[in-house]
Nanobody, 123 residues
Framework: QVQLVESGGGSVQPGGSLRLSCKAS????????RGWFRQTPGKGREGVAA????????EYADSVKGRFTVSHDIPEDTSFLQMNNLKPDDTGVYYC????????????????WGQGTQVTVSP
């Protein structure tokens, strides 16, 4: 079994930064694609960023390009989402997810999900 445990959410003012972590445990050896999604009030879950850590390739939603950075520490099997210049529209519950591969922004391809962590951006 695989577990994903997230941490790092919180409340910040616009322009602030947060760093989310997602620690994986269990049989994760083939789960090369690690994604980050967020769920905002009134919207479904949307893909924010992802990393294919075998190649180091990264993907970002247009709304976060230039502000968010996704990375993965292979020995620790932990993914990170560095979020800078946060905006009120970034408010939501952020989830990490793991898959063997596929279109990074499609929920259906992810096998495992974290519990979610709240990010609130407000003055």
């Amino acid at each position: 079994q695989v577990q994903l445990v997230e941490s790092g959410g919180g409340s910040v003012q616009p322009g602030g930064s947060l760093r989310l972590s997602c620690k994986a445990s269990g049989r994760t050896s083939k789960l090369y694609l690690r994604g980050w999604f967020r769920q905002t009030p009134g919207k479904g879950r949307e893909g924010v960023a992802a990393i294919r850590y075998g190649s180091g390739a990264t993907e970002y939603a247009d709304s976060v390009k230039g502000r968010f950075t996704v990375s993965h520490d292979i020995p620790e099997d932990t993914s990170f989402l560095q979020m800078n210049n946060l905006k009120p529209d970034d408010t939501g519950v952020y989830y990490c997810a793991a898959s063997t591969g596929g279109p990074w922004d499609q929920e259906r391809i992810y096998f495992y999900w974290g519990q979610g962590t709240q990010v609130t951006v407000s003055p």
